[in-house]
Each structure stands twice: as C-alpha cells, then as structure tokens.
C-alpha cells in the first residue's frame, strides 16, 4: 500500500497549495508536523506567484493500493 503525507498551506494572497511526501515516517506526530509546517512558513522557503506560505492549513495522509498488470 503507496502513503502519501500532503501538507496543506495557504500563501499570502489566499491560494491553496499541497505539498506531498511519498512514503512518510509512521511515528510523526501532530506536534512534529505542526513545527516542520511553522519552519517553512517562517524561513520562505517556497512561494507561488510571488505569495510565500503564511498559514498552515492542516495535514492528512493518502493511502492508496496499486494494482500491475502484465500485458
């Protein structure tokens, strides 16, 4: 089973935005996620449209299964 970590944030002009972890840790807790989430805000490390992060919006992980198929 594929885990994908999506951090959700909000720029500064409003605008969603995902950020996905493939295969993340199985013992992160809320408070890590909280404080990796407020370092990325707080040191700029990214923007969209000139709008870096200002808010965390939350965080959720995707399980999904994959299935191949020989043909």
Do not use: C, H, W
Not at 36 to 45: A, D, E, L, S, V
Request: hydrophobic share 50%.
């Amino acid at each position: 089973m594929a885990k994908t970590l999506e951090l959700i944030f909000e720029t500064s002009a409003g605008k969603a935005v995902v950020l996905a972890v493939e295969e993340p840790r199985e013992d992160l807790s809320s408070q890590e996620l909280a404080a990796g989430m407020q370092t990325i805000i707080t040191q700029n490390i990214f923007e969209v449209e000139g709008a870096p992060f200002a808010l965390a919006k939350g965080a959720r992980v995707i399980e999904r299964n994959v299935v191949d198929y020989e043909i």
